[in-house]
């Protein structure tokens, strides 16, 4: 009540005839000021009203002690959002530069993780990772820098220093005739012949090498059907660098697409492995792609494998390459080839 006082509110308590202010006055008139909004409640049992007339800057100022909260409130949010923002900005552009210096720095460092034939019971061939050994941050997970540098597009540059590094660990170990190395692509590696360049040079720098080159493009990311990237793809084809389709099952892969990229490899996704043996459903799809990829004769691999029982389920099924953390987990590529040796 004092509140609306202040503001400009008359408050009057009426008895019969007589008004009662706020003020402590008397007056046997009707408030007669410019009134905006009125409110009269009046006694069931007692002859008595009390009335409120209000005016603007009263309006005003009750919409303001009431909503006073949810502006405070919406201030805060904007300045923290606004915060956020900015770190995030920051953050962005920080990791750019510590990836175009870890990458000067050889702070990319190339893994490998086994494949497994599972007829011959022996490795292969593997797929080659990479781990961010940082200088102050210590090992930094995939996740946490993969995404951010298909954005940037310095995965061009992070998957060029891989193929060398490879490259040297190949020409210094004892390698099995018929290993092949399998690298993850993206669809920014298909905008121009970059990849086909650092292909030739990685089959030329290791030619005294019985190995082969393959390429592991994700079908949850599609590469666009034009002239330059079915250019791209018939020229590695010709160069006899094999294309693999991973996590397939997940995306949205059609026959035209897999003929298009001259697709010779299904990897098939975890997802599905992992129901081996628990889901119905997923033994279905499982058993479909199997059969595609024997009657467009391309080569299955099962991914994520971690079971005895979902190793012996797709052998049956005549998946021949299979790997996961069954037959090891990734490590450097040197350690990996110097372990194939015992």
């Given at each position: 009540?004092?509140?609306?006082?202040?503001?400009?509110?008359?408050?009057?308590?009426?008895?019969?005839?007589?008004?009662?202010?706020?003020?402590?006055?008397?007056?046997?008139?009707?408030?007669?000021?410019?009134?905006?909004?009125?409110?009269?409640?009046?006694?069931?049992?007692?002859?008595?009203?009390?009335?409120?007339?209000?005016?603007?800057?009263?309006?005003?100022g009750a919409w303001f002690m009431y909503q006073k909260m949810h502006i405070v409130l919406m201030a805060l949010l904007f300045v923290v959002l606004s915060g956020v923002v900015l770190f995030q900005g920051r953050k962005s552009f920080s990791l750019d530069d510590d990836i175009?210096?870890?990458?000067?720095?050889?702070?990319?460092?190339?893994?490998?993780?086994?494949?497994?034939?599972?007829?011959?019971?022996?490795?292969?061939?593997?797929?080659?990772?990479?781990?961010?050994?940082?200088?102050?941050?210590?090992?930094?997970?995939?996740?946490?820098?993969?995404?951010?540098?298909?954005?940037?597009?310095?995965?061009?540059?992070?998957?060029?220093?891989?193929?060398?590094?490879?490259?040297?660990?190949?020409?210094?170990?004892?390698?099995?005739?018929?290993?092949?190395?399998?690298?993850?692509?993206?669809?920014?590696?298909?905008?121009?012949?970059?990849?086909?360049?650092?292909?030739?040079?990685?089959?030329?720098?290791?030619?005294?090498?019985?190995?082969?080159?393959?390429?592991?493009?994700?079908?949850?990311?599609?590469?666009?059907?034009?002239?330059?990237?079915?250019?791209?793809?018939?020229?590695?084809?010709?160069?006899?660098?094999?294309?693999?389709?991973?996590?397939?099952?997940?995306?949205?892969?059609?026959?035209?697409?897999?003929?298009?990229?001259?697709?010779?490899?299904?990897?098939?996704?975890?997802?599905?492995?992992?129901?081996?043996?628990?889901?119905?459903?997923?033994?279905?799809?499982?058993?479909?792609?199997?059969?595609?990829?024997?009657?467009?004769?391309?080569?299955?691999?099962?991914?994520?494998?971690?079971?005895?029982?979902?190793?012996?389920?797709?052998?049956?099924?005549?998946?021949?390459?299979?790997?996961?953390?069954?037959?090891?987990?990734?490590?450097?590529?040197?350690?990996?080839?110097?372990?194939?040796?015992?």
């Amino acid at each position: 009540m004092q509140q609306l006082t202040e503001s400009g509110s008359v408050i009057q308590f009426t008895i019969g005839n007589v008004n009662l202010h706020s003020d402590g006055s008397l007056s046997w008139e009707s408030y007669s000021g410019k009134t905006v909004a009125f409110q009269k409640v009046s006694s069931d049992r007692y002859p008595f009203d009390l009335s409120v007339n209000l005016n603007n800057s009263s309006i005003l100022g009750a919409w303001f002690m009431y909503q006073k909260m949810h502006i405070v409130l919406m201030a805060l949010l904007f300045v923290v959002l606004s915060g956020v923002v900015l770190f995030q900005g920051r953050k962005s552009f920080s990791l750019d530069d510590d990836i175009k210096l870890g990458i000067k720095g050889n702070e990319f460092i190339a893994y490998g993780q086994r494949i497994v034939d599972l007829d011959k019971n022996s490795v292969s061939g593997m797929e080659i990772l990479v781990r961010w050994i940082h200088p102050t941050e210590g090992i930094i997970r995939p996740d946490l820098f993969i995404p951010h540098a298909e954005r940037s597009g310095m995965i061009i540059p992070m998957t060029r220093s891989l193929f060398v590094q490879v490259a040297n660990h190949i020409n210094s170990s004892s390698v099995p005739d018929g290993f092949y190395f399998s690298f993850n692509i993206t669809a920014k590696h298909c905008t121009d012949m970059g990849l086909y360049d650092d292909c030739m040079t990685f089959l030329e720098s290791t030619k005294d090498k019985n190995i082969s080159l393959v390429l592991e493009l994700t079908e949850r990311e599609m590469v666009p059907q034009n002239e330059q990237t079915l250019r791209l793809f018939k020229m590695l084809n010709d160069a006899g660098v094999m294309i693999a389709i991973d996590d397939f099952g997940t995306g949205h892969s059609s026959l035209s697409y897999l003929h298009n990229q001259h697709i010779t490899v299904l990897k098939l996704d975890q997802s599905f492995v992992a129901k081996i043996n628990t889901d119905a459903v997923s033994g279905i799809l499982i058993d479909s792609i199997i059969e595609l990829a024997h009657n467009l004769s391309l080569k299955i691999i099962a991914e994520g494998i971690e079971t005895k029982g979902q190793s012996i389920y797709l052998k049956r099924k005549g998946v021949k390459f299979a790997q996961g953390y069954l037959y090891g987990k990734p490590q450097p590529v040197d350690e990996l080839l110097s372990s194939l040796r015992k």
